[in-house]
């Protein structure tokens, strides 16, 4: 709705030769723009620093490629925000597409404590394309925090 | 105002030409292209493996699967195959709202392309495997209305020595009651329970294979090659689509609406249009019949399964469970949820939802754009303005995928 509106508005301001100009020029860049629709503010990143600064949180899938609709392991790694391996961390997993009201189609669980702050994950899927959240509850002796990751397929 | 609707005219026309300069892949962005991709046969992953079904890929398995699927003495009253419902020419289904064995049933009958590649079967998931999913018809009153005690008669009596030859000795069944098993008539689920645990398991065994035959019959019903593979593979390829291959301009406005605006391909993804998930999308239930919640108790009937990957009768290692293993149990949005089926033929195979709720695909695209409450749980829909037009033009698409 609000792309439409502000289209109404270029089109009284400039009128439509402008708009066409504009539209060649989108679509130009529609053309060049990646494969996959990123928004820019969307953070990305596979470390972060869970939300009240308790741990440095890092993500890697095992497998090269993240597959839709295919069971997958992951491993995060737990450091203190002083840099310090979590090795005593229980974690819970969650996550789902919030444009979508819907959680993740599995249940995915920490299955191994790989030591020096490494835990694996198993059971995770992404069962269509766009924008997923990952989020992990991590408890230790110094508190529960939450990481959140963003991921678009 | 005189001069507005020729600069309009002019406008319009420049962005058209700019947008549709061509008919081939000039038509598509870079992200519309690897989305078609996606979707077309081309990507169909290699059959998937079932650790569970030992014989799931051996041949006289699925001979005796495909003899015992259309065999009509698999219900006691002689009358009920798993062809009855599963029509082989018409996609495996049978055009029906409800499926109608014995009795009639409380859902649509699932089409069978490609169902081995799928996960979870049946509209609502309750089983983990196709051959524990070919069983459950079976001993469903509505449907064959068997018992596995008769079933194991049955293979002794017709196909002792192709049974054998595949899944080893029969057992003696000489003190097994004709008729007798859990999902029975009164009389039947007493002979059952009356029966000794290592006979209940013997019993068991014969009908695990019985189904493992089938499922092996059934990895062989693969999506067919559609218009819109061929369309696709000429766009994959950089080529001009070719006689039937070449899509009008309304199937090309409505495969960029499936992949954009409309957001069908949230949930039909895949080349087998698909997610292989459970979605509430507020399907209204059918009055008369009972009460469905889809997914929210499918779950625990697929966890309690005695022929699920974790139990005695699957040749699974537990590891190799993995759906089972992480399903999710308890979440809000079981609530109603069911699984989108393959849009692969679906066009001309009405009605239409998990009972037959829509008669055309007219009141399908009506419903999704109008995204209703749920009558419990949540819709994950959200209301979408499409003209007339993109519907006319969604469904000129959706044939593309029936031949």
Known sequence: ?153 | MGHRPSAWYSAAILASALAFAGCGGEDFSEAEKAAIASLSLAFLPPLPTDPSNKYADDPAAAALGATLFFDQRMSPDGVVACGTCHLIDRQFQDDLPLGRGVGVGNRRTMPLAGVAWGPWFFWDGRRDSLWAQALTPLEDRREHAGTRAFYAHFIADNFAERYERIFGKLPDLSGVPPSAGPFGTEAEQSAWNAMPTDQQDEVNRVFANLGKAIAAFERSIVPEETRFDRFAKALAAGKEPQSDAAFSSEEIAGLKLFIGKAACATCHTGPRLTDDSFHNTGVPPVEGLSEDLGRETAVAEVVADPFNCFGRYSDALPESCGELRFVVRDDPRLTRAFKPPSLRGAATRPPYMHAGQFKTLDAVIDHYARAPAAVSGETELHPLSLSERERQQLIAFLNTLAN
């Open chain 1, 1 to 153: 709705m609000a792309a439409e509106s502000i289209e109404e508005d270029v089109l009284r301001s400039i009128g439509p030769y402008a708009l066409a100009m504009l539209l060649a020029l989108a679509f130009g860049a529609y053309l060049l723009a990646p494969p996959v629709a990123q928004k820019p503010e969307l953070d990305m990143s596979r470390e972060r620093t869970t939300a009240n600064g308790l741990y440095v949180a890092a993500i890697a899938p095992e497998a090269p490629e993240i597959k839709q609709g295919e069971l997958q392991s992951w491993t995060i790694t737990v450091k203190t925000a002083a840099g310090q391996p979590v090795s005593d961390a229980v974690i819970q997993v969650d996550g789902g597409m919030p444009e979508h009201n819907h959680g993740l189609p599995t249940a995915p669980e920490v299955t191994r404590n790989l030591g020096e702050g490494h835990y694996r994950i198993e059971g995770i899927k992404f069962s269509m394309a766009g924008r997923w959240e990952l989020r992990f509850d991590i408890t230790s002796p110094a508190g529960t925090d939450t990481a959140t990751f963003n991921l678009v397929l």
